[in-house]
């Protein structure tokens, strides 16, 4: 119990700062690029830290794996060059005895990025989808002050100033038919509701004109609706009827393929972590960061390719090659040593 908590201390004292850094890095490049879309809608601090959030799941699924991988094989790398493998062993700890300690805590990491990668992922970009359309929409209607000619809907409007969303002595007016209609009004608001815009009048009146009769009506608040071009995304239920229904259309598989593949990294990598964490420090360098880094981009090459041409095949294929290829290093490099 005591050696699986020192060597649990060891992993974690590597992992938290290789992760913090990286996570850091990876959110100013996200920043980065929702910086950029202020350029094209407007957009508040609160909002951009909102719609920031919706990244974080993403950000914690492209470098979660990768930090545990070369934490976990740094760690042993590291034991290796401070003789404490070497006690270790001389206990009758052999390198798969150590790799049992780790792989409770590697389930558990694995199945942690399945739920943000299969779950949290299509939720927030939907999020995001429905934010940013929300905002476009916003920015499409761009109601001027003093401005003949404009439109809401099939209303003309005309409007004295306004203040953001506020807009101050406002006048509608719209034919139909044989009908007219003009409505005035103190002060409106424009409230986007899921991308349905609509105006709240208050304080105004409503003239209705046709051949026969004219009619007037006094209110204190009214609503005109009107929707602006929806945009083409489906409505979000969960995640599991997300991929039900993509997966039956043959929509997103080299997505779904990527997600499992990237999530299952660390678990199916474990012979590499003693295959370039153990070595002898009297004989040989420690090389397991440059090592491990190398893994990494050889899996993800292996993702690109045979992923975007197998697609759901590769779930079962990558795996297969890689375990078999790593206990195959493993049986004729530290097998025979250790």
């Known amino acids: 119990m005591r050696l699986n908590r020192y060597l649990h201390t060891q992993l974690?004292?590597?992992?938290?700062?290789?992760?913090?850094?990286?996570?850091f890095i990876t959110s100013v490049v996200f920043l980065v690029k929702l910086a950029s879309l202020t350029s094209v809608i407007t957009m508040s601090l609160w909002e951009l830290i909102v719609l920031f959030s919706y990244s974080i799941p993403q950000i914690i699924f492209y470098t979660l794996p990768i930090t545990f991988f070369i934490s976990l094989a740094i760690s042993v790398g590291k034991l290796s060059s401070e003789y404490e493998l070497t006690v270790i062993t001389s206990f009758g700890l052999n390198p798969l005895k150590v790799l049992k300690i780790f792989l409770p805590i590697t389930v558990l990491m694995t199945a942690i990025l399945l739920v943000i990668s299969l779950g949290l992922i299509p939720k927030t970009k939907y999020l995001t989808k429905t934010f940013m359309d929300f905002k476009k929409k916003e920015a499409n209607f761009n109601i001027k002050e003093s401005e003949f000619g404009q439109k809401f809907g099939?209303?003309?409007?005309?409007?004295?100033?306004?203040?953001?969303?506020?807009?101050?002595?406002?006048?509608?007016?719209?034919?139909?038919?044989?009908?007219?209609?003009?409505?005035?009004?103190?002060?409106?608001?424009?409230?986007n509701q899921d991308?349905?815009?609509?105006?709240?009048?208050?304080?105004?009146?409503?003239?209705?004109?046709?051949?026969?009769?004219?009619?007037?009506?006094?209110?204190?608040?009214?609503?005109?609706?009107?929707?602006?071009?929806?945009?083409?995304?489906?409505?979000?239920?969960?995640?599991?009827?997300?991929?039900k229904s993509n997966l039956k259309k043959n929509k997103d598989l080299d997505d779904f393929t990527f997600f499992i593949l990237t999530s299952i990294f660390p678990l199916i990598s474990l012979f590499l972590v003693v295959v370039f964490g153990y070595f002898n420090p009297r004989y040989e360098k420690n090389k397991t960061t440059a090592f491990a880094v190398l893994a990494v981009v050889l899996y993800y090459i292996l993702i690109k390719y045979i992923g975007d041409n197998f697609l759901l095949h590769a779930i079962y294929i990558i795996p297969l090659i890689w375990i078999i290829a790593s206990y195959i290093l493993y049986s004729t490099t530290i097998k025979k040593e250790y």
């Open 12 to 23: 974690s004292l590597t992992f938290f700062p290789i992760f913090l850094g990286l996570f």
């Open 195 to 243: 991308g349905n815009l609509s105006f709240k009048l208050e304080s105004g009146k409503v003239f209705i004109i046709d051949h026969k009769e004219f009619n007037q009506i006094d209110y204190e608040n009214m609503y005109i609706n009107d929707t602006i071009e929806n945009s083409n995304y489906e409505d979000f239920k969960n995640s599991y009827k997300f991929w």
């Open 154 to 191: 099939d209303w003309l409007i005309y409007i004295s100033s306004k203040d953001d969303k506020t807009y101050k002595d406002v006048k509608l007016f719209k034919t139909e038919k044989d009908k007219e209609q003009f409505i005035i009004s103190e002060q409106a608001h424009l409230i």
